[in-house]
T-cell receptor, first 116, second 116 residues
């Protein structure tokens, strides 16, 4: 079974802190993704990575950065956390699809981040 | 721009009855895929069903079927014989083919409650 794990289920941080959210997948997937989920907005893509050290901005990258030093690990960084970054953060991974529209993404359990 | 619209914030269904969750999409790409995911209260995202834009037949997976009407740009999920365990948030998503892999665009979701 594909397994995507995230470092924390719940996290509470203070405004201005630097926050690291870690995601690890064990299926040798090329692609990895970070989403945030907010009520009424669904999931929105923050960043994705298609290879080690490669990254692309998603739809809402402002206030976030990412790091992918190893294929299995994709980190989301909040350089200076703010209260409007309180949200559920979901990591996902998938194989490289090579032009096919079928590309199931496998999700981690999510991290509920609260910024006070 | 690609967009997914789920117009039903919440739905109720009686146990053992069928229910349809609506999804409309907007894209000008000829190649795309449509996914449905289920998110129980525990938070994990569970893949349910996929339909490719070139697929001639509607997708089915057990009690789930996808009513794909390409001309109307709709991809409704039909759950037959609802069970209490079907109570969850349901997301419709569209895959967008990119050079280095696909990204998913999600709708806002529909909360389904199954009544006994």
């Amino acid at each position: 079974d594909v397994k995507v794990t995230q470092s924390s289920r719940y996290l509470v941080k203070r405004t201005g802190e630097k926050v690291f959210l870690e995601c690890v997948q064990d299926m040798d997937h090329e692609n990895m993704f970070w989403y945030r989920q907010d009520p009424g907005l669904g999931l929105r893509l923050i960043y994705f990575s298609y290879d080690v050290k490669m990254k692309e901005k998603g739809d809402i990258p402002e206030g976030y950065s990412v790091s992918r030093e190893k294929k299995e690990r994709f980190s989301l960084i909040l350089e200076s956390a703010s209260t409007n970054q309180t949200s559920m953060y979901l990591c996902a991974s998938s194989f490289l699809s090579s032009g096919s529209s079928y590309n199931e993404q496998f999700f981690g359990p999510g991290t509920r981040l609260t910024v006070l | 721009a690609q967009k997914i619209t789920q117009t039903q914030p919440g739905m109720f269904v009686q146990e053992k009855e069928a229910v349809t969750l609506d999804c409309t999409y907007d894209t000008s790409d000829p190649s795309y895929g449509l996914f449905w995911y289920k998110q129980p209260s525990s938070g994990e995202m569970i893949f349910l069903i996929y339909q490719g834009s070139y697929d001639q037949q509607n997708a089915t997976e057990g009690r789930y079927s996808l009513n794909f009407q390409k001309a109307r740009k709709s991809a409704n999920l039909v759950i037959s014989a609802s069970q209490l365990g079907d109570s969850a948030m349901y997301f419709c998503a569209m895959s967008i083919v990119m050079e280095y892999g696909n990204k998913l665009v999600f709708g806002a979701g529909t909360i389904l409650r199954v009544k006994s």
